[in-house]
């Protein structure tokens, strides 16, 4: 079957880095999707991985591997409104997006 | 990165009347279109794909006859909650794809059903 897991909520520290990890099993595969939530927001697009390795964009990096299954979404100096929920998504043979949960991020000053 | 406008971003219905949604790709042309449903602290739950100028293909437990999907152009589709009752109230999320890799949202529509 198909399945994708992350942490349900994390907490960190206005300031300082957390990394997100998702795993995924899926029919086929066509790239590794992170979108941010706010609550009450439909989700934006943060970074999509189709190789292995690791994309930096500003304080946002996203590292796959497709032979592990395996992709974190790593954000540095965090900022109060980084508080949101974070999800994975893997797109299948057929180009369809598979949601994780989502990881609730808890930022504290 | 692409925009997709999605409205009304809230709507309030009496039980029993029809709502309709629009998504609309304004700078790209979107040969598909998803359709989602969000319950609160959910993730996203995929309810069709709409292909231009096809049947929109709906997922297993979404009911065909009270969620109408149209993707008449390469650049709109619509939803249309039929006969609204208080438990579809919900978040509904569409979102268009221009090519393979890449997929862009709408803002979302709140429907509420009184």
């Known amino acids: 079957g198909q399945n994708i897991d992350q942490p349900t909520e994390m907490t960190a520290t206005e300031g300082a880095i957390v990394q997100i990890n998702c795993t995924y099993q899926?029919?086929?595969?066509?790239?590794l999707f992170w979108y941010q939530q706010h609550a009450g927001e439909a989700p934006t697009f943060l970074s999509y991985?189709?190789l292995d390795g690791l994309e930096e964009k500003g304080r946002f990096s996203s590292f796959l591997s497709r032979s592990k299954g395996y992709s974190y979404l790593l954000l540095k100096e965090l900022q109060m409104k980084d508080s949101a929920s974070y999800l994975c998504?893997?797109?299948?043979?057929?180009?369809?997006?598979?949601w994780g949960a989502g990881t609730k991020l808890i930022i504290k000053p | 990165g692409a925009v997709v406008s999605q409205h009304p971003s809230r709507v309030i219905c009496k039980s029993g009347t029809s709502v309709k949604i629009e998504c609309r790709s304004l700078?790209?042309?979107?040969?598909?279109m998803f359709w989602y449903r969000q319950f609160p602290k959910q993730s996203l739950m995929l309810m069709a794909t709409?292909?231009?100028?096809?049947?929109?293909?709906?997922e297993q437990g979404v009911e065909k006859d009270k969620f109408l999907i149209n993707h008449a152009s390469l650049t709109l589709s619509t939803l249309t909650v039929t006969s609204a009752h208080p438990e579809d109230s919900s978040f509904y999320i569409c979102?268009?794809?221009?090519?393979?890799?890449?997929?862009?949202f709408g803002q979302g529509t709140r429907l509420t059903v009184v």
């Open positions: 991985n189709v």
């Open positions: 979102s268009a794809r221009n090519r393979e890799t890449e997929a862009f």
């Open positions: 709409s292909n231009e100028g096809s049947k929109a293909t709906y």
């Open positions: 899926t029919s086929g595969f066509n790239g």
């Open positions: 998504a893997s797109m299948d043979s057929n180009y369809q997006l598979i």
């Open positions: 700078d790209f042309q979107a040969t598909t």
